[in-house]
């Protein structure tokens, strides 16, 4: 009976769904080309499903039933994404990609934590001489943080069971195995199955659990995105590998808002919080160049100007291309058929690329007007006025929506000292604050006709 059952089956890398056969599309998630053979016996369904009924429900009924006590981090800006500190027997996953500063981050935060509680930092991937090279380095090599170099999912439970550390670090949770399944570390039902288990020992200890979990090419943390609803924060760190400044921020957290964001910059000796990051994404241009805007971006709680830039040239192809770089590429598309349709303003035989400055990521629509008022720029080769900042979302249908917390925007924007601000008409304060010129506008020909009359009168200025 069991010989006949131990053989391979298919396993969806995206969301763990098997299949006795190999399929071209998962049928659990509809991704395709993400089936891998897997060697073992296929887990019968009901356990996963109960899985992930018990990660789903349980600890979101803990977070109802218990105020979360809380401890901190050592970094006030880790702090502020996770809510206020970790929690006890709360799980955080936290994603990026390779060489992006996690192992840091997380080895400094120990180090902290394990001045007042007992902490556990476990590596998968470094020895214990690396990661004392790395302590070296960042002038930490007096901590008491307990280190071992790991990566058995069985060993790791007796040690944490034993030991009853506060905080544990697992760097990475692709590393680790369980002896009782066959596939290899790092598939799908490997990470699964160990994260559950280790979720499972930190809500039993009250320990709070740290995995470090790398990102793949398309973004995603690899393969096992399962574990998004597993855990209890999941926090991406991301930035721009060639600049120093590394962002990080929360996307689901059950202890805290979502969308929070903390800054750091890399150092020689390790990752240190931004004091005033609110003009880290504008680059320093002598004079006004064509084809760049600043946005008054809100992420979290805090306001940030962000340079967006675009290139706008003539297109080479019978296909223009259509480029963005820290903002999403179908937004863009959008964008210019709006620009198009509401303002006459053709970018058909062009070429269009756009930029966040310095590793910004901009999700938020408010985004808009800032990217529309950088193509314009770049496509008439005209530098906007020095001192406009903008921010506002463009519907289809050529109107500017209002943007959330606009009068924080605003209050940053004249708190660096810009003079101009277009916004959306809804946004506009009654009585508009000192030494700024506002220009409330509804719709998408107004914007740019603004725009250029803000221009005009600082050139004459
Ligand atoms: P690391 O934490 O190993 O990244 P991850 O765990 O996300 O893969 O960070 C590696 C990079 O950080 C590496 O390129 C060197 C740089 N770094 C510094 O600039 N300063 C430092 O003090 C340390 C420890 C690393
Ligand atoms: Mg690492």
């Not at 296929?42 to 803990?62: G, I, K, N």
């Not at 902290?112 to 002038?139: C, D, K, N």
């Not at 160049?289 to 600043?294: C, I, L, T």
């Not at 100007?305 to 706008?312: G, K, N, P």
Request: aromatic letters at 4%; one cysteine or more.
């Amino acid at each position: 009976m069991k010989a006949a059952r131990a053989k391979t089956f298919f396993q969806c890398q995206e969301c763990a769904a098997q299949s006795p056969k190999w399929v071209g599309q998962c049928p659990g998630c509809q991704a395709w080309n993400t089936l891998q053979e897997q060697r073992g016996e296929r887990a019968p369904t009901h356990r996963f499903e109960s899985l992930a009924e018990r990660s789903r429900v349980v600890p979101l009924e803990q977070v109802e039933a218990q105020s979360v006590e809380r401890f901190a981090s050592g970094s006030d800006e880790l702090d502020r994404v996770l809510g206020g500190g970790f929690v006890h027997g709360g799980v955080l996953l936290i994603g990026g990609d390779p060489g992006i500063g996690k192992s840091t981050l997380l080895l400094q935060t120990a180090a902290h934590v394990a001045r007042s509680r007992p902490t556990l930092y476990i590596s998968g991937e470094e020895s214990l001489a690396q990661i004392a090279l790395r302590a070296t380095r960042l002038a930490l090599s007096g901590s008491p943080v307990a280190l071992m170099a790991e990566i058995a999912l069985e060993r790791i439970q007796t040690e944490i069971r034993d030991r009853k550390p506060e905080l544990v670090v697992i760097d990475s949770i692709q590393t680790l195995f369980s002896e009782e399944l066959s596939a290899a570390p790092g598939s799908v039902s490997q990470v699964r199955e160990c994260a559950a288990q280790l979720t499972r020992v930190a809500k039993q200890t009250g320990t709070a659990l740290v995995l470090i979990g790398h990102v793949t090419k398309e973004g995603t943390l690899a393969g096992p995105r399962v574990l998004e609803h597993m855990v209890d924060t999941v926090l991406y760190f991301e930035g721009d590998t060639h600049s120093q400044h590394r962002l990080i921020r929360s996307i689901k957290n059950r202890f805290g808002a979502v969308n929070e964001l903390g800054i750091f910059a890399m150092t020689e000796r390790g990752l240190k919080a931004v004091s005033n990051p609110s003009a880290l994404f504008l680059s320093q241009h002598p004079r006004p160049v064509p084809g760049s805007s600043v946005l008054v971006s809100l992420e979290g709680s805090r306001p940030l100007l962000v340079e967006i830039q675009a290139l706008v040239d003539a297109s080479s192809g019978a296909h223009p291309r259509r480029l963005a770089v820290g903002l999403d590429a179908q937004r863009l598309a959008l964008l210019l058929a709006v620009l198009h349709r509401h303002a006459g303003v053709s970018c058909h035989a062009q070429d269009v690329f756009l930029n966040a400055v310095g590793g910004a990521r901009i999700s938020e629509p408010a985004v808009d007007l800032a990217c529309v008022f950088s193509i314009v720029s770049s496509l008439k080769n005209k530098p906007l006025g020095k001192g406009i900042a903008t921010f506002g979302e463009i519907g289809l249908a050529g109107e500017i929506r209002p943007s959330p917390r606009g009068q924080e925007r605003i209050r940053e924007a004249v708190k660096l000292g810009y003079t101009h601000l277009i916004l959306p008409r809804a946004n506009a304060p009654r009585t508009p604050p000192e030494g700024v010129h506002l220009r409330p506008i509804e719709r998408l020909d107004q914007a740019l006709q603004a725009l250029w009359e803000a221009t005009a009168s600082i050139e004459k200025a």
